[in-house]
């Protein structure tokens, strides 16, 4: 029997029994709801009511409304550790891009012990960062590490790696590279194992070069998994933390305070919990803005 067919007393039989499925769903989706609230909603409701206190750690708490705000954006150490924030996250990204494409797309040509070398070189991204942190702190140390003891190999003289203000931010991104490249890799390794053959048929029988081939062909197929890489990496160096707090706890000095080391101290070494929220509201609001920007961006590659 169709739709149209049926009766009066069918459709209100249908319509209670809806009202009966729709009533019993409440209680697949409130425990849901509970743990939602728990988990995301409480905190960040807490984080702002914090924000807007004088609030230390054994101490009473005080309404302050926007003052928090206000000496966060006169703070030079907060705007400096959000220039660096800036300066790491720009190199940690770019580098990791750029590599991990190039070496998509050498994993990608078929070769013997293809397979071997593709595992090799995705070991670094299984290992845990307080481990690849600790392991990298001993390589960098002026007497002791092998890094200057192979550029002596060379004639180079040797570094101070992390223990240099000028240095000190691109020895972590070298870390990050080694540590997260693997990861670019991947994404962009699946995305060259789904493209189509068709256009590379047609342009080898166009007389395309290699490199016509990959600008005009592969590069805008691979766009919408570059952006998926790009987002995943660009999130992920924003909030960096384990590594560079194990290997520098943001020295030599404040050379590689990034934001999340300053909110870090402000909260747990200094205590001023009312103050490193207000840190927290700003540094979720710069990660919402950018997430924005980057799925955007990934909405315009798909259209075009």
């Given amino acids: 029997m ?8 069918e459709k209100a039989s249908g319509l209670k029994k809806a009202r009966n499925y729709a009533r019993h769903y409440w209680w697949f989706i409130i425990p849901c709801a509970v743990v939602v609230l728990a988990t995301i909603l409480f905190p960040w409701a807490f984080t702002l009511f914090m924000s807007v206190h004088e609030w230390k750690i ?8 926007m003052a928090n705000y206000q000496k966060l954006f006169g703070d030079e150490r907060f705007l400096s550790s959000m220039l660096r924030t800036g300066y790491f996250t720009l190199l940690a990204v770019v580098l990791p891009m750029v590599l991990g494409t190039l070496a998509a797309l050498a994993f990608h040509r078929k070769f013997p012990m293809r397979g071997l ?22 390589m960098f140390h002026p007497q002791l590490g092998v890094l200057n003891w192979l550029l002596s190999q060379v004639g180079i003289p040797p570094s101070l790696w992390i223990y240099d203000v000028a240095t000190v931010i ?9 540590h997260w490249t693997p990861l670019v890799m991947l994404i962009v390794l699946g995305g060259l194992a789904s493209l189509p053959v068709d256009p590379y048929e047609a342009a080898k029988i166009d007389g395309a070069n ?52 300053f909110l870090y101290l402000q909260a747990f070494a200094y205590y001023n919990m009312g103050y490193a929220s207000a840190v927290v509201v700003v540094f979720f609001i710069i990660i919402l803005a950018l997430a924005g920007l980057l799925l955007w961006t990934r909405a315009r590659v798909k259209e075009i």
């Fill in 170 to 178: 691109p020895t972590l991104v070298i870390v990050e590279v080694w």
């Fill in 117 to 138: 070398a593709r595992t090799i070189f995705i070991l670094p991204m299984m290992a845990t960062p307080v481990a690849v942190a600790l392991v990298w702190t001993m």
């Fill in 58 to 65: 054994g101490g009473g708490r005080e309404w302050v409304g």
């Fill in 2 to 9: 169709s739709a149209t067919a049926l009766g009066p007393s």
């Fill in 210 to 261: 290699a490199w016509q081939v990959f600008r005009h062909i592969t590069l805008p197929l691979l766009a919408p998994f570059l952006v998926v890489a790009l987002i995943i990496r660009a999130i992920d160096a924003l909030k960096a933390f384990d590594t560079i707090y194990v290997i520098t706890q943001g020295g030599p000095g404040t050379a590689s305070e990034t934001i999340n080391i």
